[in-house]
């Protein structure tokens, strides 16, 4: 070979065709000649690597393990690959290519670089060899450059490499390797680019991945990253279609101290984590540049790998032709929601409630119900199971919006299911769907006939009766029932036929939750926003529909007559303060004075009443009912903490702001045109309203005792696996599934599938307990996670949620994660939780507002929020993360705004 021969082009020089300088570098210089913006960069030529090879004698070594690989079988082609690649890592340059490598390199040498792999037959229109041969960053010593050198000739036989090869029919000896040694882009965000989108395979759209830091944390697969879908318009620009924020925890960065470079991951802050890596200004012009890119390789959809420097400049890293996308929609296409489910499950849940619950929703609530109503092309995969937590189908949700929610009254409140934008299942998109109002009017004329019960008119009453003539009485049966049922097959029989009782309640409440009761307080809201103005609608709403009497302010007046009794009584006060609240019952107990045993009547009739009840719906957690009763001590301990105040006068002073509010609203509306009319309409609407929202609370009730019985079956049948080893203990029963449970009665199961069976219990134990306090992602595509963008970062002035209560209050922060740590709440104290349940309403009574980060204006909290008159806003996402305990804020109930008062108390 002459010693004229040149090893080493610049990336800006011409006229190189693949063969030299190979698919990507190729790539690179026709994108540096039509004055795209790439980093700096010279290419080892392929002619580096023959003589590489050659001067090492590895051509042998090569051919003779390639001559040994049977192809249907792994491990021939796995030893041949690190037999090869050993060679290489082991074999020296020429010295004339170490020569010129390092004269050409002093140039860069006051650079940290990028060593990329350009291969022959890479990044091809009809097959791309995409992740197959190695990238190295952010080296600087000559050494390391030549060590990665000869690893990115190494991985030209990586396994995978040969057998893509192999599988696309390329001969090995055909294929050919350059070298690009570009300087390094410090990256404030990084990530690829697709000029077509590759999920749906639609030409007019593009995508955008995008991670703060380099691209690395994308490409391998670390992260679920930033995801923007743009739309292609015929004038030349694009309209943002959505925007997915990942759940981003980590980021990749150069190393900043080693001398052997590299780089490392780093977790991001929990701002960062949903904080969109890209501005709308970044996202156009990118997407503009691709646009522009795609023209000029004729117009081949693109695979574009980009990186933002510190100076805001877009820098092209590579790009190379999309060669495979999905034309069909699978299920991993389902776009799934955790906002809806808040309705139905607030936290985190065991596999026996999901199926518990989840069964009668799906098949009662959806699939019947959609056959009454006529509606065809239903979804009939409803929720999902992901991370403990629980999805719903947002296709299922979208036909349901369009076929029962008139445009006019899609609020907030109903938007907030799906994520931003105007994609498929943006909020731009849902709230200008078509109404199919010929669908509505067929699908009411079909409950008629079909289910006549469905109509709003005799939903509320025939539920009632069925409470009373049907559930309160086998209530009492079932009572009977497990005190006597000592058998397995007795008891899995008994929740069965649990079951086959509560199909009418679910079929009752499928019309008066969704329908009735969304329905009526979405058509208040729009009337009084037509009728009075919409700032008139934000104060006045809440206070119209307060006052309500159910199961749920039942429940808070009894646990509040019981708090009176222990702060007029010393004795039980004492108590109260002094004792852990696990030890009061126990304390209680044990005394004989009248004032203690007067109190133990009454918390009996406490128990007997609402003891049902828990914090949450999860049957996974103990009822009030049960000792040591701690969460009931809890609330009651928090309630005597600090001054008394009488809920009698506060519901008094309610009662007459309400009645104050009622005649001005009649007032207004009697005064218009027509206003006779539109009184008589909207106060039929407002009753309506009111007596769902006291439907769903009384629902729930029973909900509850069905929840506590099903808890106190499984328990049961869950001490006797115990005792056959199959679990560790009676609690472990409810991460088993229902069939799992029958089968284990009936003795369906080896030994073996016994064994399997309780190390799966364990390790569904660990994923429940994992995430129990801990929210995961809103959004769910595939295995994809993300959220709403987040709005906010450290210098947010404002926070905006959904107005749930009206009112205006300056108070102290206390943000409770843990139900267990409900005593420690202070009067007038501003409450921020995840979420809330019945079990933490009692209480509202002595918080001065409410902040949570789910829910909206139907929520329990909200319902109670109204009933004690306090401030309320929800839906702030990450707000018990945000706000901290003992920061000042302003909280304004009539506009859904939280408004710290110390910018630097905030974390």
């Given amino acids: 070979m002459s010693n004229q021969v040149s090893f080493i082009v610049d990336l800006n020089e011409t006229d190189y065709d693949n063969i030299e300088v190979g698919n990507k570098a190729a790539n690179l210089t026709k994108l540096i000649q039509n004055k795209f913006p790439v980093p700096n960069a010279f290419v080892i030529k392929t002619n580096a690597y023959d003589e590489f090879v050659r001067y090492n004698n590895l051509n042998n070594t090569i051919q003779e393990c390639l001559a040994k690989i049977a192809y249907d079988n792994f491990e021939t082609i796995e030893k041949c690959s690190q037999n090869i690649q050993k060679s290489i890592e082991n074999s020296e340059f020429p010295s004339r290519i170490v020569n010129e490598l390092e004269l050409k390199y002093k140039v860069f040498s006051s650079y940290n670089v990028a060593v990329r792999s350009s291969a022959t037959a890479e990044d091809l229109q009809l097959a791309s060899f995409a992740g197959q041969y190695d990238t190295y960053l952010n080296l600087r010593d000559f050494s390391q450059i030549l060590k990665h050198i000869k690893k990115c000739y190494a991985s030209l036989w990586a396994n995978r490499a040969i057998i893509y090869r192999d599988k696309n029919k390329i001969p090995h000896e055909k294929v050919k390797i350059a070298i690009i040694i570009q300087n390094m882009i410090s990256a404030k965000s990084a990530g690829v680019l697709f000029t077509l989108n590759p999920i749906s395979s639609k030409k007019d759209e593009l995508l955008i991945e995008s991670n703060f830091g380099l691209g690395e944390s994308i490409v391998s697969g670390k992260i679920n990253p930033d995801q923007y879908l743009l739309r292609k318009l015929k004038s030349g620009s694009f309209r943002i279609l959505n925007r997915r924020i990942g759940r981003k925890k980590l980021a990749s960065y150069p190393k900043s101290k080693d001398t052997d470079g590299g780089i490392e991951y780093r977790e991001l802050s929990e701002d960062l984590t949903q904080q969109s890596s890209l501005s709308d200004s970044e996202i156009l012009k990118l997407a503009k540049i691709g646009l522009q890119i795609e023209k000029k390789f004729k117009k081949v959809p693109q695979d574009i790998e980009w990186a933002i420097g510190q100076d805001d400049q877009i820098n092209i890293l590579q790009t190379r032709p999309i060669t495979s996308f999905k034309a069909e929609k699978t299920t991993s296409e389902i776009l799934w929601s ?23 929703i799906t098949k009662v609530v959806n699939i019947e119900l959609n056959d009454i109503m006529g509606y065809k092309r239903m979804d009939s995969e409803l929720l999902k199971l992901y991370k403990s937590h629980v999805y719903f189908n947002l296709n299922v949700i979208k036909r349901k919006i369009e076929n029962e929610i008139p445009k006019f009254i899609r609020n907030k409140d109903v938007l907030n299911y799906f994520p931003e934008g105007s994609g498929p299942y943006g909020k731009t998109t ?15 004329l079909r409950i008629g006939s ?6 709003m008119s005799k939903t509320a009453e025939a539920y009632e009766n069925w409470n009373q003539d049907t559930f309160i009485p086998y209530c009492k049966k079932f009572e009977k029932s497990i005190q006597e049922f000592s058998d397995q097959k007795d008891l899995i029989r008994l929740v069965e036929e649990l079951d086959r009782i509560m199909i009418s309640h679910f079929r009752l409440i499928r019309y008066g939750i969704p329908v009735h009761n969304i329905g009526m307080n979405l058509l208040v809201q729009y009337l009084l926003t037509r009728f009075i103005g919409k700032k008139e609608c934000y104060q006045l709403y809440p206070i119209l529909i307060s006052g309500l009497k159910n199961k749920l302010t039942e429940t808070n007046d009894q646990i509040h007559n019981l708090a009176s009794l222990i702060y007029k009584t010393p004795e039980l006060k004492s108590i109260f303060i002094t004792k852990d609240s696990s030890e009061i019952f126990s304390t209680l107990s044990a005394r004989k004075d009248p004032p203690i045993q007067n109190f133990l009547r009454e918390f009996n009739i406490f128990l007997n009443d609402h003891g049902v009840r828990g914090f949450t719906r999860e049957i996974y957690y103990p009822r009030w009912q049960e000792s040591p009763m701690k969460n009931v001590f809890d609330i009651l301990k928090s309630l005597i903490a600090d001054k008394w105040e009488e809920l009698d006068k506060l519901k008094v002073n309610n009662l007459k702001k309400r009645e104050r509010v009622e005649l001005i609203v009649e007032s207004k509306i009697r005064s218009q045109r027509f206003g006779m009319l539109k009184w008589k309409i909207f106060s039929v609407i407002l009753k309506n309203s009111k007596k769902y929202i006291s439907f769903r609370e009384n629902q729930r009730y029973n909900l509850d005792k069905w929840i ?17 080893e199959i679990i560790p203990d009676e609690n472990k029963i409810f991460f088993l599934c229902k069939q799992e449970i029958k089968n284990l009665i009936f003795d369906k199961y080896s030994y073996e599938e016994i064994q399997n069976l309780s190390s799966e219990v364990i390790k569904r134990y660990e994923d429940f307990k994992r995430y129990e306090n801990i929210i995961p992602p809103k959004f769910l595509l595939g295995t994809r996670e993300f959220d709403d963008q987040l709005q906010y970062n450290d210098n947010t002035m404002v926070f905006n949620g959904l107005p749930a209560s009206q009112g205006i209050i300056i108070a102290p922060i206390r943000v409770v994660h843990d139900i267990n740590l409900i005593s420690t709440v202070r009067s007038g104290e501003i409450l921020v939780v995840p979420q809330t349940d019945p079990g933490w309403t009692p209480v509202f009574s002595k918080i001065g507002g409410l902040i949570t980060e789910t829910g909206g204006i139907l929520s329990h909290g909200a319902v109670v929020s109204r009933e004690f008159g306090i401030p309320a806003v929800t839906n702030i996402t990450n707000a018990s993360k945000i706000f901290k305990t003992g920061q000042i804020v302003k909280i304004n109930g009539y506009n859904g705004t939280v408004t710290p008062q110390n910018l630097n108390e905030r974390g």
């Fill in 450 to 455: 079909y289910d006549p019960n469905g109509a």
């Fill in 338 to 360: 955790r906002g809806y489910s808040d309705d139905y499950w607030n936290d985190n849940v065991t596999p026996l409630y999901f199926e518990l619950l989840g069964d009668h």
């Fill in 430 to 444: 849902m709230k200008n769907l078509p109404f199919h109002i010929i669908s509505r009017i067929v699908a009411e």
């Fill in 708 to 724: 506590t019985m099903n808890r106190n079956t499984y328990l049961k049948i869950g001490k006797n696996f115990t005792e056959r």
